[in-house]
């Protein structure tokens, strides 16, 4: 007679249909008793965490054999769809490790512990988390899928991407409570954050490498033969009582905090911020900078003058909207000159010979 399987409650000693305060409580001092720092076993702690994230979802059994290589097995068939469906079964898979990773570091910091381990798939790579006792998160490796929130600084050696099919908590958002959000060198590294990932730093600063989102190509769906409609993912980055440091953002970004400073801005980008810095020359293509009461824009040319789309817009947070290359006819871009909202605001409130100030007399129309 073969022996019977070993089923989730049996991993974390408990009996069959324990409470929810039960289940969390025997994880809880299994992972404590299995810690690296006493010597516990890395396969363990892992089959224990499985067990309770399986327990937390009402499943019973973990994943057989079968049917772990069923999940583990990379698609190489033609059809798109397909491979569509199968990128998204990794996408889950891996979101449900960030889930694991995240359970484990908040378990860590509730015991005022440090400690290091792997998460991930070998498919698309395993991620190593390491958090040290004074309460840091070090993350190394490409992040695929799925949601991390941490009470903490997050320091990141890798790229973010996020699985823009998907939908839910499978896409890509890294949500820090206190402390800031900071990719190591990311411009030597070139490390990125793309594909529709977001990232938030509700209480300290992001800094990060290049910025891309993705716009994609849909049937109509209504059916029509012929007829598409474009759908856009924008890498959203959020830091609303810090500062965002970025390098070049393209392709459908969105940037929102107390301070932006960032280099160039190319193709559906939106800038919401108290106080805005662009050190690049570029600013095309259905580009937007929203500029809230009391800040300042500052734009920084080296050369003969910024490259400005004719839809590139500058809009005051009381909705005084203006095109950014009148800005520049009148010599008010560039050089590291700084315009306050306030001078913005009183544009066209007198008549154009009172209309004078430190950039000299100028018209600027609204649009």
């Keep these: ?7 989730n409650y049996d991993i974390l ?89 995240q359970e484990w570091a908040s378990l860590l910091a509730r015991n005022g512990a440090g400690g290091s381990k792997l998460f991930g798939s070998k498919e698309l790579g395993e991620i190593e988390f390491e958090r040290k006792q004074s309460g840091e998160l070090f993350i ?8 991390l929130v941490y009470d903490g600084p997050v320091f990141m050696a890798g ?5 823009f099919f998907a939908e839910g908590d499978t896409k890509t958002h890294i949500k820090i409570a206190n402390g800031s959000f900071t990719m190591v060198d990311p411009l030597k590294n070139n490390f ?32 029509r033969v012929g007829i598409f409609i474009t759908k856009e993912h924008y890498t959203e980055l959020r830091a609303p009582r810090g500062k965002i440091v970025a390098a070049n953002a393209r392709e459908t970004v969105l940037l929102d905090a107390d301070t932006v400073v960032v280099n160039n801005l190319i193709n559906n980008i939106k800038v919401r911020a108290k106080n805005i810095t662009v050190f690049g ?11 809230l009461a009391g800040g300042t824009l500052v734009f920084h040319d080296e050369g003969s003058g910024f490259a400005l789309s004719d839809d590139a817009l500058l809009k005051l947070e009381n909705g005084k909207r203006f095109k950014l290359r ?28 009172e ?4 950039f000299g007399r100028f018209r600027l129309f609204k649009k």
């Design 281 to 291: 020359t570029t600013i095309n293509y259905n580009c937007e900078l929203e500029l």
């Design 326 to 353: 009148e800005l520049k006819t009148t010599n008010m871009v560039g050089h590291g000159r700084q315009i306050t909202y306030e001078y913005l605001d009183c544009i066209g409130k007198k008549p154009e010979k």
């Design 1 to 7: 007679m073969g022996k019977m399987a070993e089923s």
């Design 159 to 163: 790229s973010i991407t996020s699985p």
């Design 13 to 101: 000693g408990i009996k069959h249909g324990a409470s929810e305060n039960e289940v969390r409580a025997a994880f809880r001092k299994l992972v404590l008793d299995h810690h690296s720092d006493r010597g516990g076993d890395e396969e363990k702690i892992k089959k224990i965490i499985q067990a309770y994230e399986d327990l937390k979802i009402g499943k019973t059994y973990p994943d057989s054999d079968d049917e772990r290589v069923k999940k583990g097995r990379v698609y190489s068939g033609d059809s798109e769809e397909e491979k569509r469906k199968r990128n998204l079964l990794l996408s889950v898979d891996v979101a449900r490790e960030m889930k694991l990773a």
């Design 355 to 358: 209309n004078r100030g430190r």
């Design 192 to 223: 990125v954050v793309e594909n529709g990932a977001k990232i938030t730093a509700e209480n300290g600063d992001i800094v990060v490498g290049n910025l891309t989102g993705i716009k994609e190509l849909l049937q109509d769906p209504q059916g």
């Design 140 to 147: 190394k490796g490409k992040f695929w899928a799925g949601q």
